[in-house]
């Protein structure tokens, strides 16, 4: 069973800095492409970035330039470091399996029906 741990989040002002992490188990993570989602309140769950086994990376447009996503095929976890965060960046953060999907709203969705308890990032004004 795939379970999907997060953890980092926080509050923090406007143009400071984060980072996420998120292990994972019951997966073949070395070969898995990995993603970050976002939900905030009121709103349908988003597409952050992803990230595939080789380290090619990919992001929504509206965090271009200010979040980084990495991973550690060892230690079975992946990361999303942000900077410059912007209080419409204030979501509940998850991680999961990502799927291309080419043509679709998001270049990437989740790829798996299993979704850990999230990580709050609350960014002030």
């Known amino acids: 069973q795939v379970q999907l741990v997060e953890s980092g989040g926080g509050l923090v002002q406007a143009g400071g800095s984060l980072r996420l992490s998120c292990a994972a188990s019951g997966l073949t993570f070395s070969t898995s492409t990995m993603g970050w989602f976002r939900q905030a309140p009121g709103k349908e769950r988003e597409y952050v970035a992803a990230i595939i086994w080789s380290g090619y990376t990919q992001y929504a447009d509206f965090v271009k330039g200010r979040f980084t996503i990495s991973r550690d095929n060892k230690k079975n976890t992946v990361y999303l470091q942000m900077n410059s965060l912007k209080p419409e960046d204030t979501a509940v953060y998850y991680c999961?399996?990502?799927?291309?999907?080419?043509?679709?709203?998001?270049?990437?969705?989740?790829?798996?029906?299993?979704w850990g308890q999230g990580t709050q990032v609350t960014v002030s004004s």
């Open positions: 999961n399996t990502a799927r291309y999907t080419p043509g679709s709203a998001y270049p990437y969705t989740p790829g798996s029906a299993y």
